[in-house]
C-alpha cells in the first residue's frame, strides 16, 4: 500500500498498524501526489490537543480516522514521541475499522506486551473493573483480552513488589535439538547432523559462564531465577548436564535461587539418567513439550515421537523427581483444527501439569512452513482454539500469569502462560514483563540489561548458531564487561 505522511516520520508506528491490519499489503513511499490504493497520515500540534488524521483510499472507497491528545500530556521529547506515535495508530485503526476491517480482538494494540498498558491503571488504584473498563475504552481491545491482561499484569505488580534492586536471572541457551520442528527458524541444524559441535559448544559456554560470573559477583547481584533453554537443554548427555550445573554451582551465588527451570521440551530427549542429575542440583522445574497431543500432526510439524511417548515421559519426570511441570501447546498448527486442537485440550488437563503455556502460531521467517507453504488454519479458526483453551483452563482452575504477542502470529492473537496456584514462573514473568536484568549465556543468549530510572534499557547478543557461537566466543565474553558498565552509570547517577 502507498503510504504519505504529513507532519511527522513516525514510519514504524505506521508499519506496525499497516501490517497487523493489512498483513497482505506491504509498504511502499511513492513520491508526487497521493493518488490509488493509499494510506495517508498526518500529524498537526494545536494550541491545546496534537491530533492524527488518516485516510485509507482502498478499492475506490475512502474511510477516515481520528486520534488526539493534549498538549499537556507531552511532558518531554520521548512521552511526545510516544503519545504521538499512540494517536497515529489509533488513528490509522479507527480509519481501517470505519473501511469495514473486522474488529481485531486486541484492538488497536500491536505491542508486545500489552500488560505494561495495563499495569499503569492498577498502580492508579483502580479497581479492576475500572481498570478493565479503561483499557477498552482506549484500546478498543475485547472484553475476555482486557480480563487476560488485567489477570496477568496484577501478578506482574505483585512480583514487582517482591523484587529487590540487584535481583537477576539467569538465561543458559542450549541451540540444540533432535530434530527441526516445521514452525522453528531458530537451530540451523538438527543435533542428529551436528552432534560433533556439541563438546566445543560446551567448552565455549564454559568460557562465557565464568566471564559472566565474574561480573555478577563484582557487582554483587543476586540471582532469583536460572532458565536452561534452547533448542532443547536435555539434548545434552547426563555427564554434560552434571557438569554444566556443577559449574553454575561453582560460579554463581545460588543461594537467594527462588527457581531453577529446565526445559526437556521434547519427551525422546527425556531419561532417568538425565533427571537424577537435574533434580541433584536443585532443579525444581521441568518444560514438558508436546505442542499438539494429535499424532497426525506431530508428524506434520517434524517431531519424531508420539503422543503416547509424551505421557511415558511426564510419567517418568513425575517417578524421579519433585518437578513443577509446564507442558507447552501451539493453536493453529498445520493439520490441526478445532476438534483436535480441543482433544489436545482434553488430554493435557488429564495429565494434570502445574502449568500449560499455550502459544499461538508465528509464521517466523527461516522456517520450513515459510520456505515450503502449508495449510494452516486459518484466524477465525485460531481464534477457536484459544478460546476453547481459555475456557477449559479456568475451569479446571488455571489462571493466567504471564501474557505476550509476536510479530506474524496468526490472526493477531497472542501467548498465555496459565497456572495452578502457587506455580507462577518468576522468570516468564520478569522477562516478559521486563521486571529485572536477564544475564543470558550460550547460543542466541539475548542480555537485557533494564533500567527503572527512565534511562536506556541495554541489550547483548550472542550468536545463535552453534559454530557461530564458538567461533565468536572471545567478543561474546568481552561485551559480557559492559554489564559492569551499565551498573556503574545507574549508581553514578544515584549519586
Partial sequence: MKLYFCGHDYKYAVEQMLLTLFPQERPEYPEGKPQGDRMEVKLSRGDKFTTATCTVCLNGKISHGRGSVKNTVCTDELETARQCQHIIKDAIYRAAVAAGHERPVWGSLTGVRPGKLMSPFLEQGMSDREAVKEFISEYDVSPERAQLCLDTSKETVKLEKELQEKDICLY?????????????????????????????????????????????????????????????????????????????????????????????????????????????HGVDRLSVNPQTMSDKVLETIGRRHSAQDIISALELVRQTGDFAVNMDLIAGLP????????????????????NITVHTLALKKGSRLMLEGSDIPGAAEVGRMLDIAMEKLRGAGYQPYYLYRQKFMSGGFENVGWTKKGFNNIYNICIMEELCSIIAMGGGGSTKLIRHDGGMNIRLTAPKYPQEYINGIDKTCKDKEKIAEFYSAIKHKEE
Avoid at 215 to 223: A, D, F, H, S
Fill in 335 to 354: 493439520d490441526d483444527n478445532v476438534q483436535s486442537f480441543n482433544e489436545t485440550i482434553d488430554k493435557v488437563l488429564a495429565l494434570d501439569p502445574e
Fill in 172 to 280: 543458559i541457551g542450549i541451540p540444540f535439538c533432535p530434530t527441526r520442528c516445521a514452525y522453528c527458524s531458530f537451530v540451523s541444524q538438527s543435533v542428529e547432523k551436528s552432534m560433533k559441535l556439541i563438546p566445543p559448544f560446551f567448552e565455549a559456554l564454559k568460557q562465557e559462564v565464568r566471564a559472566v560470573a565474574e561480573q555478577v559477583e563484582k557487582l554483587g547481584l543476586r540471582v532469583i531465577s536460572i532458565y536452561m533453554g534452547g533448542g532443547t537443554p536435555t539434548t545434552l548427555s547426563a555427564s554434560q548436564i552434571d557438569e554444566l550445573c556443577s559449574l553454575l554451582e561453582e560460579c554463581f551465588d545460588l543461594s537467594s535461587l527462588r527457581e531453577y527451570t529446565v526445559e526437556a521440551g521434547r519427551p525422546d530427549t527425556i531419561t532417568e539418567a538425565k533427571l537424577k542429575a537435574l533434580k541433584a
